[in-house]
């Protein structure tokens, strides 16, 4: 053991300082978890507040919070149907691209969305969608048809979400499944070629299996985002009008939590929160390793 760590001590080293980071910023604020069972308030210490028990978790039993339930898991499955597949689908496309000039133009202009934040995404979304003014009601317009109001439709609001967050994303999400392809021995498709089997073929039977381990990888972290939809995507884009189909769980912690000082009860939704994704994990991951043999550990 001892000569093991001393062989290796420089690329320990190396590692020191990122679990030190690990250390101080994810596991020592763990202790705050107590909060959900406290009367926690600012200006008094965590440990010195009173217990409350499960007093904090008393927006079970509240109509709203199981609506907001609702909205974060249908926005969420929706990102997912749509924003699983299509970086795989870009990937795939890319690769088949053979102009090396066109392929890098087309990896830039699909990878610069990712840098741009949710306030700037935002912004231009109000501007294209405005009603006065707005490009698309302009050309909706021109065509004969009505204004839309978009940006306080509950109708529109969720395939805004969607299609922004595709357009944002896929692009950037492509980088591991184009990593995944070069490790693809080249030998295969030229066998495969021999044999006479077309792109698709070549997809289907080389391609596609030889990214499944990054696909499974891929899909156990996802899984957890299912109570996560992100809320600086969401909340530049909420508003009185579409606050109905807007507001998830990371809206109704901040409205009613961390703004009127309920910090145990936002803490309680978070705690929960947690225990959910670290089951889809668990639950994926066991899933995966069954069918392919691929998982996290």
Excluded at 80 to 103: C, D, Q, Y
Excluded at 116 to 133: E, H, K, M, N, R
Aim: aromatic share 14%.
């Amino acid at each position: 053991m001892i000569s093991t760590l001393y062989k290796y001590r420089w690329q320990y080293m190396m590692i020191l300082p990122a679990v030190v980071l690990l250390f101080l910023f994810n596991y020592i604020p763990m202790a705050g978890i107590q909060i959900a069972f406290r009367d926690f308030k600012i200006g008094s210490s965590v440990w010195g507040s009173s217990w409350v028990g499960l007093d904090n978790f008393s927006f079970f039993t509240e109509p709203q919070f199981w609506k907001v339930v609702q909205n974060t898991l249908y926005i969420s499955v929706l990102k997912f149907v749509f924003g699983f597949p299509m970086p795989i689908l870009l990937a795939l496309m890319i690769n088949e691209v053979k102009n090396s000039t066109f392929k890098r133009f087309v990896q830039s202009v699909s990878y610069l969305p990712h840098f741009f934040s949710w306030i700037v995404v935002a912004y231009i979304l109000q501007s294209f969608l405005t009603l006065d003014g707005g490009l698309a009601n302009d050309l909706i317009g021109r065509l004969g048809g009505d204004p839309i109001f978009f940006l306080g439709s509950t109708e529109w609001f969720r395939p805004m979400i969607v299609s922004s967050g595709l357009w944002k994303e896929v692009g950037w999400n492509t980088i591991l499944y184009l990593a995944a392809i070069t490790t693809i021995d080249p030998q295969l498709y030229e066998a495969a070629k021999v044999e006479g089997a077309g792109k698709l073929a070549q997809i289907r039977h080389i391609t596609l299996p030889g990214m499944l381990p990054t696909i499974s990888i891929v899909l156990i972290l996802s899984i957890p985002s299912l109570i996560n939809v992100g809320m600086d995507q969401i909340y530049p884009m909420m508003n009185s009008a579409n606050q109905d189909v807007a507001d998830v769980l990371d809206t109704y912690v901040l409205r009613n939590g961390l703004k009127q000082g309920y910090f145990g009860m936002a803490t309680a939704v978070g705690l929960i929160s947690s225990v959910i994704s670290l089951l889809l994990v668990v639950a994926t991951n066991s899933a995966s390793k069954k069918l392919n043999d691929e998982g996290l550990w």
